[in-house]
T-cell receptor, first 111, second 117 residues
Framework: AQSVTQPDIHITVSEGASLELRCNYS??????LFWYVQSPGQGLQLLLK??????LVQGIKGFEAEFKRSQSSFNLRKPSVHWSDAAEYFC?????????FGAGTILRVKS | GAVVSQHPSWVICKSGTSVKIECRSL??????MFWYRQFPKQSLMLMAT?????????EQGVEKDKFLINHASLTLSTLTVTSAHPEDSSFYIC?????????????FGPGTRLTVL
């Protein structure tokens, strides 16, 4: 079965520091890959998505992600974190129909 | 564009009662809607997929007689939790997708917090 792994449950970074959230997927074919952000008690907002083409994807709010087929990874990055980025981040795999989500990574930002 | 709403945003009910949650696509026609369940500090788990005018397809382990899904129009899907029990307390999120071919993005509602006493 398809699975998405986010190895870090919690990450704390200082405001202004860089951020990388890890995501690995297990499926052979070229996947659709996504990063979503969820604030407490809220639904999900799409940050960015990868379907094909350029492996470095730019998203909203200054986020980017890089697809590495050899590592089955799709890590999310941001060069300088803002306090408002504190939230939970979900990586997801899609097959054109359903989405499979990772367990999520809670980002805490310290001032 | 691509706004999905859910109603109510939160609901508290007594054990044994039924609760209906609505999911609406406000500015597009949703040929497919998805219902997810999210337990505290956990990820979203897909419960079922519904196509307008068809019976919902439930994921393994989800009781279709307990979680009734109706997708009677292209802008509305409902999830009814029948004979709710405290273990059904959770955050329920719907998403909606338009189009019938190729890849189409899912747009998520804000979620409904269900608490069963």
């Amino acid at each position: 079965a398809q699975s998405v792994t986010q190895p870090d449950i919690h990450i704390t970074v200082s405001e202004g520091a860089s951020l990388e959230l890890r995501c690995n997927y297990s499926y052979g074919a070229t996947p659709y890959l996504f990063w979503y952000v969820q604030s407490p008690g809220q639904g999900l907002q799409l940050l960015l998505k990868y379907f094909s083409g350029d492996t470095l994807v730019q998203g909203i709010k200054g986020f980017e992600a890089e697809f590495k087929r050899s590592q089955s990874s799709f890590n999310l990055r941001k060069p300088s974190v803002h306090w408002s980025d504190a939230a939970e981040y979900f990586c997801a795999w899609g097959d054109g129909n359903k989405l499979v989500f990772g367990a999520g990574t809670i980002l805490r930002v310290k001032s | 564009g691509a706004v999905v709403s859910q109603h109510p945003s939160w609901v508290i009910c007594k054990s044994g009662t039924s609760v209906k949650i609505e999911c609406r696509s406000l500015d597009f026609q949703a040929t497919t809607m998805f219902w997810y369940r999210q337990f505290p500090k956990q990820s979203l788990m897909l419960m079922a997929t519904s196509n307008e005018g068809s019976k919902a397809t439930y994921e393994q382990g989800v009781e279709k007689d307990k979680f009734l899904i109706n997708h009677a129009s292209l802008t509305l899907s409902t999830l009814t939790v029948t004979s709710a029990h405290p273990e059904d307390s959770s955050f329920y999120i719907c998403s909606a997708r338009g189009g019938t071919s190729g890849y189409n993005e899912q747009f998520f509602g804000p979620g409904t917090r269900l608490t069963v006493l």
